[in-house]
């Protein structure tokens, strides 16, 4: 089992990428107001970006940047629920960010969805079925606690009394760890469990139409190898043009991985999540020590070169601190800006890691 496994560090210097419901304490009375989400500990407030808002950034980015070839699949709303086509087969988002699909029953509902003409083209569900999502993300956390500042303003262009607004934001780096299980990719399970029931008859008949290769003792279909590796190459395209986050009206800033720090790994663990914490000044630090211990434990389970984008400008002492670092471990690498090295990363996975 083959994964890319990473660590990621967005620059926020001053942002607020994702909101709370929850009204600041700084608001006053009759004032319309947000809050930034954060974790409360003892040591202070870290604000973060969930992996949903994450992962919503990444989807996005890839369905509707043209350089980028993507296959998005059409969404369905039926009451309270919405879901995708959940088809793996066509889509590439239903493929590497998985899916469930639990269709009502009722007789009502079923009517309903005859006479919606949206669904036209919609894929027939005969049962309930999920899919794992083989690209995996964490919380984006602060790499040290931070004082989050409070912005006031007002909606004054009129007559009458200014309308009082404000909001939350905060001066940081955001660390995450994401993970794309590659030989998930593309193969699709039909198995009577839990997550593992990809498909249903219709996407199964679908499959055998389409010549997909079907592993009878496995119980799955999988992609041809061209295409497994266009879907994987596509998303960590994706990964270095990533755009999206709230706020982007008053603070405009740029979620693209400042850095990158990226291998294939066997098993899905990720070694990499101490390599860069937050230093005692509150900056993103290069945590020698660890980078050294990491090269050594997990060298048995390293399948690549070691992939490492820094954005220069971005704390370049740092930069250069891994830089050095790596060379005394003797990690073979390849160093750039991220965008090119997330796309070497792409074109460098070898057959055999889809296996």
């Not at 001066?171 to 990809?198: C, E, H, I, P, Q």
Request: hydrophobic share 35%; aromatic share 10%; proline share 5%.
């Amino acid at each position: 089992m083959a994964f890319v496994t990473a660590l990621l560090l967005l620059d926020c210097p001053a942002s607020a990428l994702n909101m709370s419901n929850e009204p600041p304490q700084e608001a006053g009375r009759g004032e319309m107001a947000t809050s930034v989400k954060f974790i409360k500990t003892k040591e202070g407030r870290y604000p973060y970006v969930s992996a949903q808002s994450f992962r919503y950034w990444l989807r996005t980015t890839l369905e509707e940047t043209p350089s980028v070839e993507w296959r998005r699949a059409p969404i369905f709303r039926e009451s309270k629920v919405a879901y995708t086509d959940a088809n793996p087969i066509a889509y590439w988002d239903d493929d590497l960010f998985g899916y469930m699909r639990a269709p009502s029953k009722k007789k009502e509902a079923v009517e309903k969805r005859k006479k919606d003409k949206t669904r036209d083209n919609e894929t027939p569900t005969a049962t309930e079925i999920t899919r794992i999502s083989p690209f995996k993300a964490s919380t984006f956390v602060a790499v040290s606690p931070v004082s989050i500042a409070y912005d006031f303003g007002t909606m004054s262009r009129h007559e009458g009394d200014p309308v009082p607004h404000g909001h939350q934001f905060y001066r940081t780096a955001l660390k995450g760890l994401v993970s794309l299980d590659l030989g998930a990719a593309g193969t699709f399970s039909y198995k009577d469990r839990t997550g593992f029931r990809n498909l249903d008859d219709n996407r199964k008949e679908e499959a055998r139409e389409k010549g997909l290769e079907e592993m009878a003792e496995e119980k799955c279909f999988r992609l041809p190898l061209a295409e497994r590796r266009k879907r994987v190459s596509s998303l960590l395209n994706g990964l270095g043009i990533l755009c999206g986050g709230a706020n982007q009206t008053l603070h405009y800033t740029d979620v693209t991985p400042k850095v990158f720090v990226g291998m294939v790994t066997r098993g899905g663990n990720n070694p990499l999540q101490y390599v860069i914490n937050g230093g005692r000044d509150g900056l993103p630090c290069v945590h020698e020590e660890a980078l050294k211990e990491m090269a050594d434990v997990w060298k048995d389970h390293i399948l690549s070169k070691l992939y490492v984008g820094w954005v220069r400008g971005f704390h370049d002492h740092e930069r250069e601190k891994l830089s050095k670092t790596l060379e005394a471990t003797g990690i073979e690498t390849v160093t750039g800006h991220p965008l090119p090295v997330l796309a070497r990363l792409a074109d460098d996975i070898r057959d055999e890691w889809f296996a």
